[in-house]
């Protein structure tokens, strides 16, 4: 059975750093693509980075380029998220998601991709 649980979330003053982590069971992560998605109030989830396949490739957001980091550890299932030069706009709820590797073709950062979601962890970013 396939299951996400996010994890690290909590207020932290512009500029500031956290790590999200995403502990995941029921599947290896190299077979499945993991993306964190966030969600900000009033506005659509959006797709901000994914981590996929043996080699570990990456995908980010314009967004979030430069300042945010995906990774793995294969041995532990988990998946974090170091998110550096937070700005009040990255408050948000954060969820990471999967889906198989063979399944995602689409755009890897597209909702629609994934059919297995974490809870979300909650991200304020304000002074």
């Known amino acids: 059975q396939v299951q996400l649980v996010e994890s690290g979330g909590g207020l932290v003053q512009p500029g500031g750093s956290l790590r999200l982590s995403c502990a995941a069971s029921?599947?290896?992560?190299?077979?499945?693509?993991i993306t964190w998605f966030r969600q900000a109030p009033g506005k659509e989830r959006e797709g901000i980075s994914c981590?996929?396949?043996?080699?570990?490739?990456?995908v980010y957001d314009d967004s979030v380029e430069g300042r945010f980091f995906i990774s793995r550890d294969n041995a532990k299932n988990m998946v974090y998220l170091q998110m550096n030069s937070l700005k009040p706009e990255d408050t948000a709820v954060y969820y990471c998601?999967?889906?198989?590797?063979?399944?995602?073709?689409?755009?890897?950062?597209?909702?629609?991709?994934?059919?297995?979601w974490g809870q979300g962890t909650q991200v304020t970013v304000s002074s």
């Open positions: 998601a999967t889906g198989p590797l063979e399944t995602v073709v689409g755009d890897v950062l597209s909702e629609d991709e994934y059919p297995w």
């Open positions: 981590i996929r396949g043996k080699a570990g490739s990456t």
């Open positions: 029921g599947f290896r992560l190299d077979s499945y693509v």
